[in-house]
């Protein structure tokens, strides 16, 4: 097993798709790959897919694939050799798939609806701003010059537009074909965007919602109460919120996504500097341990795996990070202390006195027979002190649970009776490194194999 709880998740690109690399990136951390559907193709991603499974049946160890669809992104048209802004001119902005003839062009209807006088736009990540006088005239506030194809963030506006395009739907239709664990959808503006998705995503994945527009932070309680997972998504949402407020929204997020019970990742920028240098700044290290400090479930590398120079090394310096802070008693007291809401039934009152019990009897796992993963859940929510074996009959939940914090998922059959779970229990121990005399702590509904149906906790020595 991993010697950390918190996971990590690495996106894969054109530094880290070769399959013995993609194997180096497990070995040295990886527990989650994640797919960017707004680069590749689906021959690219399949191949992909192929390779993290191998890697499974390999080592045993299973591996959630995380699908990441391209969203919404607005942009700017065709500007042909770039347009200066100068400040405090006044620009005109218009429809059009035409060439720019010194406008601001750009090629989406839907953002004229809500252009209004007082309206800030941002361009390439937020490198320059300009403020509407009118549905078509603006001034610029932050010079530069605009270049085809920029983004356009739309500040403290919610966009007519669904969080899936028809792109997306279709990368969506293809995930979900072969197998994707986890659908990230991008620029999620409110809990309608959720619904939509679950229509089409129903049960064979996980939901993960990029928090990046402020309306989602507004209606982040609403958003995570039906998604299964947030990602603090801190590139768009740094541009389209004061680049102040980002750290006190990270911790939002992750605190709420804690009370909810829904794992939150951290990602963008993490060890940023590592795409080129062999060594993160010391600031990056910090930043990736505050993460953890905060409670964060897992954390993310973005372009540091997919086409840095040095992938391997960007995994194994972050599980270093990682393993640092958590052997810094203070996260332990933060957790302790931590209060959370729990509701009235038998799973979050045995999830709830795991969490006392494992720190009473110094138990050294907690072993959850699970169908759904809903079980090894609640138990992770709780933060024991221990390692949390989930164990499924379930080869999808399995790879599921692997993005869950502390977690070390196990596809085995569930017992006949309750003498063949604690034989089932033993027989295990060795096999995720516990020694004779070892505490453990057993957890499992009776009827076995029953969905939901939680209801016994069991205190054993291997």
């Known amino acids: 097993m991993r010697k950390r709880f918190a996971k990590i998740l690495a996106t894969l690109g054109p530094a880290s798709r070769a399959p013995d690399t993609m194997r180096l990136l497990h070995d040295v951390g990886v527990d989650a790959f994640r797919l960017n559907f707004s680069h590749g193709s689906h021959e690219d ?13 390999d080592t045993g160890r299973p591996i959630a694939i ?13 500007m042909g050799d770039g347009l200066e802004l100068r400040y405090g001119d006044t620009v005109t902005l218009r429809l059009s798939d035409g060439p720019a003839d010194g406008d601001i062009v750009h090629t989406h209807p839907e953002l004229e609806k809500i252009l209004t006088p007082g309206l800030v736009l941002k361009f390439d990540d937020g490198k320059l701003q300009i403020t509407m006088l009118s549905q078509t005239e603006a001034r610029v506030d932050v010079p530069g010059l605009l270049k085809s194809r920029k983004g356009i963030n739309v500040v403290n506006a919610v966009l007519p537009v669904s969080a899936m395009t028809p792109k997306d739907r279709i990368d969506l239709a293809f995930a979900l074909e072969h197998g994707a664990d986890w659908i990230a959808l991008s620029f999620v503006q409110n809990a309608q965007d959720v619904i939509d998705a679950r229509k089409i995503v129903g049960d064979k ?13 507004d209606d982040l309680h609403s958003i995570l109460s039906i998604a299964d997972a947030a990602m603090v998504a801190r590139g768009d949402l740094g541009v389209e919120l004061p680049l102040e407020q980002v750290p006190v929204v990270q911790r939002k997020i992750i605190r709420k996504g804690r009370e909810l019970g829904k794992p939150v990742i951290v990602a963008t920028h993490m060890l940023e500097s590592m795409i080129d240098a062999p060594t993160p700044t010391r600031a990056e290290a910090s930043d990736v341990a505050t993460a953890i400090y905060q409670g964060a479930d897992c954390v993310m590398l973005s372009a540091e795996t997919a086409v840095g120079r040095h992938p391997a090394t960007a995994v194994a310096i972050m599980d270093r990070i990682i393993t640092a802070a958590e052997g810094d008693p203070i996260l332990w ?14 799973e979050d009152a045995i999830s709830r006195s795991i969490e006392t019990i494992a720190r009473t009897v110094e138990a050294k796992a907690v072993f959850g027979y699970t169908r759904t993963g809903s079980t090894v859940q609640r138990i992770a929510r709780e933060r024991p002190p221990c390692r949390i074996i989930g164990l499924t009959p379930e080869s999808g939940t399995a790879s599921r649970l692997a993005l869950i ?7 085995t059959d569930d017992p006949e009776n309750f003498e063949a779970m604690l034989d089932h229990v033993r027989s295990l121990a060795a096999g995720v490194g516990l020694v004779q005399g070892d505490r453990i702590m057993i957890s499992a509904g009776v009827p076995f194999g029953v969905p939901g149906t939680t209801n016994t906790l069991k205190i054993d020595t291997v």
């Open 333 to 346: 007291e933060y957790f302790e202390q931590t209060e959370l809401p729990h509701e009235a039934s038998a």
């Open 205 to 217: 994945a996980g939901i993960i919602v990029k928090i990046e527009k402020p309306s989602a932070v």
């Open 405 to 411: 914090w502390g977690t070390h998922p196990v596809v």
């Open 45 to 57: 991603h399949l191949a992909n897919i192929q390779t993290i499974r191998n890697i499974e049946k």
């Open 66 to 78: 995380v699908a990441d669809m391209q969203g919404p992104k607005l942009r700017v048209g065709e």
